[in-house]
């Protein structure tokens, strides 16, 4: 809920430079991560990194300069206000990284276009300026409630990808299983190159008034390396 409202004053307060200056909603959304960066759940990481990154972004600025001047006129500086300063700059700053592009295009070839059979075009970038390649990557694809992958087709598009000598680096996958992320693994994704694959999803039941789900890509040894982005396979639900 308070990212919510953080995204609200945001877009609220675009010519409002006073808001900014006002950090306690920020600072108290940092205090709730856990240790991997995120929140309690999938839903309130997607939706509190959205906000510290768009707070981020309207706050940081490459091209400022700052000079911090400290005079003290009754004994020496604690050196943990300084400490302090850092310990709220250093978090805001991270999550604007963005370790990886992640590009999703949901292609209906239903002849009557209802969406009940769909190809998921996935697009994996790492753009990571610190590392080359990650470790074994992992892309979890949560399923829109109604939906499951069809892994007869997974099968045969690897099938596909052999014979014709194409290498995406796919080492093996998850068995789909109903109410759980579908995982693909990876040997790694490098810098510099682009990884695509195909997964086709079918519709099992027609649910009424879904929502997007999400794909999470991330290191498997790094859990804070880590991107979300959101897709729905029917514009038309």
């Known amino acids: 809920m308070t990212s919510y409202v953080l995204l609200s004053y945001l877009k609220a307060s675009q010519d409002d430079p006073q808001f900014l200056l006002d950090a306690r909603i920020v600072e108290w959304l940092n205090k709730q991560r856990n240790s991997h960066g995120g929140f309690t759940s999938t839903q309130d990481t997607v939706i509190g990194l959205e906000a510290l990154a768009s707070y981020a972004e309207r706050v940081h600025s490459d091209d400022k300069s700052v000079i911090v001047d400290i005079s003290t006129t009754e004994g020496d500086l604690q050196h943990e206000h300084c400490e302090a300063v850092m310990q709220y700059n250093l978090p805001v700053l991270r999550i604007v990284s963005q370790y990886f592009d992640v590009q999703v295009e949901a292609r209906d070839h239903t002849p009557r276009q209802d969406c009940s059979r769909v190809h998921l075009d996935i697009t994996v970038s790492y753009l990571d300026e610190q590392n080359e390649f990650t ?57 510099g190159y682009s990884t695509s694959f195909v997964l086709v999803l079918k519709r099992d039941i027609h649910v009424k008034n879904t929502r997007p789900a999400f794909i999470k890509v991330y290191d498997y040894y790094e859990g804070g390396v880590v991107t979300y982005k959101s897709y729905h396979p029917c514009s038309q639900d």
């Open 135 to 191: 470790n074994m990557a992992v892309v979890d694809v949560k399923m829109v409630s109604g939906y499951s992958v069809d892994t007869d087709e997974l099968e045969r598009y690897i099938e596909y990808l052999h014979s014709t000598g194409q290498d995406i680096g796919l080492m093996r996958y998850d068995h789909f299983e109903e109410g759980k992320p579908f995982s693909l693994y990876f040997n790694q994704f490098s810098r």
